[in-house]
């Protein structure tokens, strides 16, 4: 990955709120609940601008790849941003970079990635991402 971003180097914001669950013995949040974020961040975006159809939709993401940098401890109760950008959109493929920022910070606690690939829903084989889905994905490049 590279070396850290910074808030404007994303198109998509969601606030986020720690939860007390997420913090470990240590007092900060827990490396596993960033992936939770992860996926929080990016199946809003697509639930929200209506590329995805989490219920009756054909076609579903699948997560193939996930990783995470970690710059600053955060703990419960903070307020957070989530970020969002795509670096890359294949056939049947998307990668995500995000961060998870501070409120009111630029500098992010954390950068991670995240991969889908776009199956049929019955049979599980890759698909051709669907024309809605690839109008959303542009956008955040």
Not at 109 to 130: C, I, K, M, Q, W
Request: glycine share 8%.
């Amino acid at each position: 990955m590279k070396a850290q971003t910074s808030r404007a180097d994303y198109k998509h914001i969601l606030p986020l709120q720690t939860r007390w669950a997420d913090n470990d013995i240590y007092g900060h949040v827990n490396n596993v609940a960033y992936y939770g974020y992860f996926d929080t961040i990016v199946n809003e975006y697509l639930i929200a601008s209506g590329a995805l159809d989490i219920h009756d939709g054909a076609v579903i993401g699948l997560v193939v790849e996930t990783g995470c940098n970690y710059f600053a401890p955060l703990a419960f109760p903070e307020k957070l941003d989530g970020a969002l950008r795509v670096v890359h959109i294949g056939n049947s493929s998307v990668r995500y970079e995000l961060a998870i920022f501070r409120k009111g910070e630029d500098t992010p606690a954390a950068e991670g990635r995240f991969v889908h690939v776009y199956v049929d829903r019955e049979t599980r084989r890759p698909v051709s991402l669907p024309e809605g889905l690839r109008k959303a994905l542009t956008l955040l490049i």
